[in-house]
């Protein structure tokens, strides 16, 4: 039976944000697999639009564009706001067929379990959608497939994930990243686009979420392809948004040595883990060569008691030695932080005496937050409050700080971002901003 084509309206919510406003590479792959399937399908980034008169502009852009496949990309942060939009939708258009997927959905499904949204999708991989636009999407035909939850006589039917993935069965189409250029920008660093080599993550530190991507299976895409695809990129500045893209050094001086054998000229950006720096600096000459410049280090705490209680697996010796071995290779570390809700005063002295001492230029704080489908949730699931799905960004206090009010807690918060941010600024006006040896405002 021949099933009429849908078409696809994919959604990216926004949320506030002053650091970034980033490509939608989730949706992109979604739309190239449209592409690849021959269904009209259009990318409504949210983020490329103003505040003001969201919902009309939505409304007029299902209408205009005839849509009746709705997809929304799902964060911790969104869920109430697709929910209520799901509702609002489905009073204007009830024959719109409303689905919700990304990592939200990957991981907490049941959240979306309302009267509106028909389909949540949590399955690893596309294989799932790419039989749905084929086949349609009624009970019979969703009855055989993995990682979908749907509806059936008004009750939630959820099927269980496929296998862990380890590679995209198509390219992203990256149309909505071109068109959307002119707003793209990484506080300071400028516009870039992203790259996914791997997914989920070996690891598994008690507040991470990327972890338990995947079914929590890392697993990695062949270093060709991604070469490849770095390549075909039209554009020279590139993030991997890999968990952590240095952890098969064999792998990394693959890519490397792949990336100067082409001559790809391009600059690019990654995660990696404090140990993994700490032990193998003999890789960084060639990745500064290979064009890396800044590195992503989830140096979470600066004492070894915190960082076990993350159950982190690093220490503070590696924290340092990390910082040291990319600033001597001239690369710019780029320090995360997640400031417990135990910190005290002194803690906060202590971090921005670390900072100092290391010479950190580029940081970046978040406030711990048990993310539900996280081990801390289920350790702290009792404890938490305030837990509402816009405070869910890693700015915002969920648990009561135990050693100060909650009033000063977050005044410290941003304290240190008033004595950080502005060097940042300067620096980067300056043009010293990725001179690692460099110390001071200039
Ligand atoms: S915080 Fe980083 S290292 Fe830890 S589990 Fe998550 S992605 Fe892996």
Known sequence: ???????????????????????????????????????????????????????????????????????????????????????????????????????????????????????????????????????????????????????????????????????????????????????????????????KASFSCPYNCLFCYCTKMNSGEYTERNIMEV?????????????????????????????????????????????????????????LPLAYKAGFRDILVGLEAISDETLDEYNKQTSKNDNIMAIKNLHDNNLVCNGLFVINYTATREDFHKLMKFIKDNNLLWVIFGIFTPYKGTDAYDEYKDKVKNFKSWRLDGTHITLKPTNMSSFEYMFRYYWIHVLTYPKIMVRTFFGTAYDTKRRGWF
């Open 227 to 283: 070469v490849d695809e770095v390549e075909e990129i039209h554009h020279d500045k590139i993030w991997f948004v890999d968990d952590t893209f240095f952890f098969d050094k064999a792998r990394v001086r693959d890519f490397c040595n792949e990336i100067i054998k082409r001559g790809i000229k391009k600059t690019f950006m990654a995660y990696a883990r404090a140990d993994f720096l700490a032990a193998n600096p003999d890789i």
């Open 1 to 195: 039976m021949s099933h009429k084509k849908p078409r696809v309206l994919l959604i990216r919510p926004k949320y506030y944000s002053l650091v970034a406003n980033l490509e939608p590479l989730g949706l992109e792959y979604l739309a190239g697999l449209a592409r690849d399937l021959k269904i009209p399908c259009w990318i409504h980034d949210e983020f490329q639009f103003p505040w003001t008169l969201r919902f009309y502009r939505l409304c007029r852009i299902i209408k205009e564009g005839r849509f009746d496949f709705i997809g929304f990309n799902a964060n911790a942060n969104t869920v109430d706001y697709i929910n209520k939009r799901a509702k609002q939708l489905k009073a204007i258009f009830p024959d719109i067929t409303i689905m919700v997927g990304g990592p939200e959905a990957e991981l907490n499904y049941s959240e979306f379990f309302t009267d509106d949204v028909d389909l949540v999708y949590h399955d690893n991989g596309l294989a799932t959608l790419k039989e749905m636009w084929r086949y349609g999407f009624t009970p019979d035909r969703l009855k055989d497939l993995t990682g979908i939850c749907y509806k059936e006589n008004g009750r939630w039917i959820t099927k269980e994930k496929g296998q862990p993935v380890c590679g995209f069965i198509n390219k992203p189409d990256r149309s909505a990243f071109y068109r959307g250029l002119k707003k793209n920008y990484i506080f300071m660093k400028g516009k870039y686009a992203l790259s």
